[in-house]
């Protein structure tokens, strides 16, 4: 069982498309890390969400925290084929603080 | 450059033989791990070090060991390899597991 369920798992669109990512657990979460993987690559950090209810905007995508923070998403808005990529939500369940947990990830393609 | 190196980046080899997988890092971080990707499952924690000498396990240690003598360097070991730990390898340091992870390049293990 994962304790980060993030969905979908694919995530398949044209350019210019609207598409939100989901990143839930039962779990409440100190804070939660949103990365992007290409392929042949370590992941890179996009965003960390700390405050329950909080939203943080990256240029085309902006990311939410829960108010519970058990949950968090990830919309990008008019999706480019740059966005194409692995999205992995990320986080750490008090009192465990050093043990961080990811999602299953979410391959995201973005056709011209 | 900051930066986490993983070596070696591609290994074959047989069930059995042990081998060692190295981690360094540039950046005098405190906190490194360890995970293994496998497609649908996510990044999955094999490994966490705090600081030196303090190491813990993360969700699959089972088939791992793990030392941080020093602050720079985080060594996978498998001491007797088995195919299921065929998988793709990366390790990561930052200032603690709720900051920003950086990622080495991971390294692609074959067992036979």
């Known amino acids: 069982t994962q304790l980060l369920e993030q969905s979908p798992q694919f995530l398949s669109i044209q350019e210019g498309e609207n598409l939100t990512v989901y990143c839930n657990s039962s779990s409440v979460f100190s804070s939660l890390q949103w990365y992007r993987q290409e392929p042949g690559e370590g992941p890179v950090l996009l965003v960390t969400v700390v405050t329950g209810g909080e939203v943080k905007k990256l240029k085309r995508l902006t990311f939410q925290f829960g108010d519970a923070r058990k949950d968090s998403s990830l919309h990008i808005t008019a999706a480019q084929p740059g966005d194409t990529g692995l999205y992995l939500c990320a986080g750490s369940v008090p009192p465990s603080y050093g043990k961080l947990t990811f999602g299953q990830g979410t391959i995201l393609t973005v056709h011209p | 450059e900051a930066q986490v190196t993983q070596n070696p980046r591609y290994l074959i080899t047989v069930t059995g033989k042990k081998l060692t997988v190295t981690c360094s890092q540039n950046m005098n971080h405190e906190y490194m791990s360890w995970y293994r990707q496998d497609p649908g499952l996510g990044l999955r924690q094999i490994y966490y070090?705090?600081?030196?000498?303090?190491?813990d396990k993360g969700d699959v240690p089972e088939g791992y060991k793990v030392s941080r003598k020093e602050k720079r360097n985080f060594p996978l070991i498998l001491e007797s390899p088995s195919p299921n730990q065929t998988s793709l390898y990366f390790c990561?340091?930052?200032?603690?597991?709720?900051?920003?992870?950086?990622f080495g390049d991971g390294t692609r293990l074959s067992i036979l």
């Open positions: 070090s705090m600081n030196v000498e303090v190491t």
């Open positions: 990561a340091s930052s200032y603690g597991a709720q900051q920003p992870q950086h």
